[in-house]
């Protein structure tokens, strides 16, 4: 059964800070390791926060990390998308918090995120607070830049 939206925003906003520094790659790395944890132990999916000790599990090359990382986040990507952008009036409104949010804390948006991943989709915690940042980074700040060009070219014309 999945989470309740917002408990699972709320709970996903405290590790989201903690995986904002992180570069592209090592987040689909990171998601990658995830993915082997959990396949070993599959009640630490409920968790959002995840202490991996590497030493205990076995680790393939980063390479290999990364492109598990990469399909599995571009899978859960394409459902995002389908969700936020063709879905109906629900998603109409998650999409709406989800842009004020980014226009404001790119934190909030990667928890908002994981929220949706889990409440609508029963994505694993471990993995929604991973894919949020991704989100927002690759997908996100990218269009908050063209709309701000956009408004910008639309307000000198005024």
Do not use: H
């Not at 471990?126 to 060009?149: I, M």
């Amino acid at each position: 059964m999945a989470l309740n939206k917002n408990f699972a925003i709320e709970a996903a906003s405290q590790s989201a800070a903690a995986l904002n520094d992180f570069s592209t790659e090592k987040l689909y790395e990171e998601l990658a390791l995830r993915m082997i944890v959990v396949r070993r132990q599959p009640a630490l999916a409920a968790q959002f926060e995840l202490d991996i000790d590497e030493n205990q599990i076995p680790r393939p090359p980063i390479d290999e990390l990364v492109a598990a990382g990469k399909r599995f986040f571009f899978f859960w990507n394409r459902e995002l998308y389908k969700f936020l952008c063709e879905g109906d009036s629900e998603a109409s409104k998650e999409k709406d918090r989800l842009f004020s949010a980014l226009l404001g804390d790119s934190v909030t948006a990667q928890s908002i995120i994981a929220g949706i991943l889990v409440g609508s989709f029963g994505m694993s915690p471990v993995y929604a607070v991973v894919v949020g940042p991704l989100v927002v980074r690759l997908l996100l700040v990218p269009t908050e830049k063209t709309l701000c060009e956009l408004w910008k070219e639309k307000a000198l014309q005024a």
